[in-house]
């Protein structure tokens, strides 16, 4: 059986720096530390309003990280601009709005298509590897495989909320299985994002072919309590038993 990745979201560890404008807790030291625990990617969301990573963070993490750095960006020219410099390995790409506490759901794949278009070709030929951000819908699969893009992460934040409140989730999983098996048989590469918790993770492992998951807001709160090392781990091992 194929191993899934697990992608750590540091952003929040940036959340609780700038909530006293200070220097700590530091994003680059959670970065390493995600590293050292088996994190097989790092992802942080450069804002717009810089809410919590910033370019210092961005340039530190890249220096320094071995592992890959995952950048999600919205798509703009400021975005791309920041990207082709940075170079990341791995760049997903999100929607933004203002006033949004978190992503609140997928791309919008058929609006100003031509420069998200030209954005993945120039991200690509600067050697990124292009996700999307995209709803659980089939139709957005068979978009993102003519934007050109190479993998698609698949917004599970509806899936994970039916599971929080213990809601029947089986038409949303089943909704995720199939866009899998779509973006699969199109050459897509599927990860998953956003909302998880050790429950919800683990039903979602149930899918084939998900390769793999990137955590955030749960796993940093965990650690609060168990130290991120162990809730590192925790993940690790749902992901792969
Ligand atoms: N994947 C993407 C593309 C995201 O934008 C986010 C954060 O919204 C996550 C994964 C992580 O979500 P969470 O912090 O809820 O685990």
Same mark, same amino acid.
Request: proline share 3%; hydrophobic share 40%; charged share 30%.
């Given at each position: &059986?194929?191993?899934?990745?697990?992608?750590?979201?540091?952003?929040? #560890?940036?959340? #609780?720096?700038?909530?006293?404008?200070?220097?700590?807790?530091? !994003?680059?030291?959670?970065?390493?530390?995600?590293?050292?625990?088996?994190?097989?990617?790092?992802?942080?969301?450069?804002?717009?309003?810089?809410?919590?990573?910033?370019? /210092?963070?961005?340039?530190?993490?890249? %220096?320094?990280?071995?592992?890959?750095?995952?950048?999600?960006?919205?798509?703009?020219?400021? &975005?791309?601009?920041?990207?082709?410099?940075? =170079? !990341?390995?791995?760049?997903?790409?999100?929607?933004?709005?203002? @006033? *949004?506490?978190?992503?609140?759901?997928?791309?919008?794949?058929?609006?100003? %298509?031509?420069?998200?278009?030209?954005?993945? #070709?120039?991200?690509?030929?600067? =050697?990124?590897?292009?996700?999307?951000?995209?709803?659980?819908?089939?139709?957005? #699969?068979?978009?993102? @495989?003519?934007?050109?893009?190479?993998?698609?992460?698949?917004?599970?934040?509806?899936?994970?909320?039916?599971?929080?409140?213990?809601?029947?989730?089986?038409? *949303?999983?089943?909704?995720?299985? $199939?866009?899998?098996?779509?973006? +699969? *048989?199109?050459?897509?590469?599927?990860?998953?994002?956003?909302?998880?918790? /050790?429950?919800?993770?683990?039903?979602?492992? =149930?899918? $084939? +072919?998900? %390769?793999?998951?990137?955590?955030?807001?749960?796993?940093?709160?965990?650690?609060?309590?168990?130290? &991120?090392?162990?809730?590192?781990?925790?993940?690790?091992?749902?992901?792969?038993?």
């Amino acid at each position: &059986m194929n191993r899934i990745r697990l992608g750590v979201n540091i952003d929040h #560890v940036a959340t #609780v720096r700038n909530a006293r404008g200070e220097i700590y807790p530091s !994003p680059l030291r959670a970065a390493l530390l995600a590293q050292k625990n088996g994190a097989d990617s790092v992802t942080i969301h450069l804002r717009e309003d810089r809410r919590h990573i910033n370019e /210092y963070d961005l340039n530190q993490i890249k %220096k320094k990280l071995k592992i890959p750095l995952n950048l999600e960006i919205a798509a703009t020219r400021e &975005m791309l601009k920041i990207a082709l410099k940075s =170079k !990341p390995p791995f760049i997903c790409i999100v929607p933004e709005k203002r @006033k *949004e506490i978190t992503t609140e759901g997928g791309l919008n794949l058929n609006y100003n %298509k031509i420069f998200l278009k030209n954005l993945i #070709v120039k991200l690509k030929k600067n =050697k990124s590897r292009v996700s999307l951000f995209i709803e659980p819908s089939l139709r957005d #699969v068979f978009e993102a @495989k003519k934007l050109n893009a190479d993998c698609v992460e698949i917004h599970t934040g509806k899936f994970c909320n039916l599971v929080n409140k213990k809601k029947k989730f089986k038409n *949303e999983f089943k909704k995720i299985e $199939k866009v899998t098996k779509l973006a +699969n *048989e199109l050459g897509l590469e599927v990860h998953a994002g956003h909302g998880f918790t /050790y429950d919800s993770a683990k039903i979602l492992t =149930k899918i $084939k +072919n998900i %390769k793999e998951f990137n955590i955030g807001h749960f796993l940093i709160g965990e650690s609060i309590f168990i130290g &991120m090392s162990s809730a590192i781990k925790s993940f690790k091992k749902i992901l792969n038993s």
